[in-house]
Structures are given as C-alpha cells and as structure tokens.
C-alpha cells in the first residue's frame, strides 16, 4: 500500500472509545493508516480515557473531538463504528467508504467508585486493542490483503 488508508473510528460523543481506538491504531500501525475519529453528537475527550491510554503507554492528550459531517466532502476509506447507536445515525458518506460495526460498551456510562470506573475504562481500551491487533493480523479487510 503506497498511501496510508484513511480509518475513523465513529462512535456518538467522541469522547472515549473512538478516542482510544483512534490511539492505538496510530500505535499499532502508523505505518499502514491515517487514525481519525469523530462523532456524531461530538462533546470533547473524556480526561479518563486521556489517563488510560496514558497509563497504556499510548498518548491521546492531543486528540480532540471532530463532527463525522466534517468528513463528508473528503470520506476516509474505512469507517469502524465502536458503538451501535452512532452506527444507526451516521450520515451517509459519498465514495467508497466501507463501514465495520464493532460495538463496545461505553466506558463513561461506569457505575462505581474511582477504581472500578478506571478499570472499567481499562477493560475497553484493551477490549478495542484486542480487536485492532486481530483486524491488522488478519490484513486490515476491507482495505488490506487478509480476509
């Protein structure tokens, strides 16, 4: 692949699961993609997910929450939606966008005290590392070699 792909990850705040997995792509592969993410209802990056992934080793303290209709004139190749309700109400991309579903729990709906809400976030992002590596091993489909 001579240019990077285009993948955003989409889920409705924009402020935890896409955040991460946004991170770890750009972790695993920045070689191979362009990581983006947005949503669809964006309301900026939860400071927990900032402290997970640091404590992860990966740095999102620079991310910031995008609208998805901020991509509809320049679609990226791939959308994954982290959660099912921003799957439901993205707007419809021009091109040749493939879109994934892989719905995640949401991490800021935690219930607890610090603790296990951390965890609770902790679980996610590894959750979505998990699922990135495998989705790399296997070629990156819809847009890389594998199946």
Same mark, same amino acid.
């Given at each position: 692949m001579s240019e990077r792909a285009r993948v955003l990850f989409l889920c409705?705040?924009?402020s935890c699961r896409s955040q991460m997995a946004?991170?770890?792509l750009r972790h695993l592969a920045p070689e191979?993609?362009?990581a983006l993410s947005a949503g669809t209802d964006p309301v900026g990056v939860n400071p927990r997910a900032v402290a997970t992934m640091a404590a992860l080793g990966?740095? +999102?303290?620079e991310q910031r929450s995008e609208d998805v209709?901020?991509?509809l004139d320049d679609p990226p190749e791939l959308v994954i939606a982290v959660c099912e309700r921003a799957a439901d109400s993205c707007p419809s991309l021009p091109g040749a966008t493939h879109v994934l579903r892989w719905p995640f729990p949401d991490p800021a709906e935690a219930q607890g005290d610090a603790q296990e809400v951390l965890a609770h976030?902790?679980?996610v992002s590894l959750? +979505?590392?998990?699922?990135l590596e495998g989705w790399l091993a296997a070629g990156g489909s819809p847009?890389?070699?594998g199946t």
């Open positions: 409705t705040g924009n946004e991170g770890w191979r993609f362009v990966v740095d +999102i303290a209709r901020d991509f976030f902790r679980a959750a +979505i590392r998990e699922r847009l890389g070699s």
